[in-house]
Nanobody
Framework: QVQLVESGGGLVQAGGSLRLSCAAS????????MGWFRQAPGKERESVAA????????TYSPSVKGRFTISRDNAKNTMYLQMNSLKPEDTAVYYC?????????????????WGRGTLVTVST
């Protein structure tokens, strides 16, 4: 059974940076796509970024493109999200998931696994 654990969240001032990690266990995810999502208070969960199995294809939400970078290290079975130029509207619980393709990852419903999330709070 695949388990995903997010880490790296915290409190940061606007304009600052954070690096989130999503560590997988229970299965080698080197042939799976992975993704980052977030859910702000009172809002639906939304996609942030996704990455294919070997990292050569990525996609970003327009709201984070140019500020966030998704990457993965298959040797460590871990995915990352480098978040720069953070804004108060980036405040949310950030989740990672995994699936057989980027389409499955972004579609959310048939994802293989989800993490429990890590809270990111951006202050003004």
């Amino acid at each position: 059974q695949v388990q995903l654990v997010e880490s790296g969240g915290g409190l940061v001032q606007a304009g600052g940076s954070l690096r989130l990690s999503c560590a997988a266990s229970g299965r080698d995810l080197s042939s799976y796509a992975m993704g980052w999502f977030r859910q702000a208070p009172g809002k639906e969960r939304e996609s942030v970024a996704a990455i294919n199995w070997n990292g050569d294809t990525t996609t970003y939400s327009p709201s984070v493109k140019g500020r966030f970078t998704i990457s993965r290290d298959n040797a460590k079975n871990t995915m990352y999200l480098q978040m720069n130029s953070l804004k108060p509207e980036d405040t949310a619980v950030y989740y990672c998931n995994t699936g057989l393709s980027m389409g499955v990852v972004l579609g959310q419903t048939n994802a293989l696994a989800w993490g429990r999330g890590t809270l990111v709070t951006v202050s003004t």
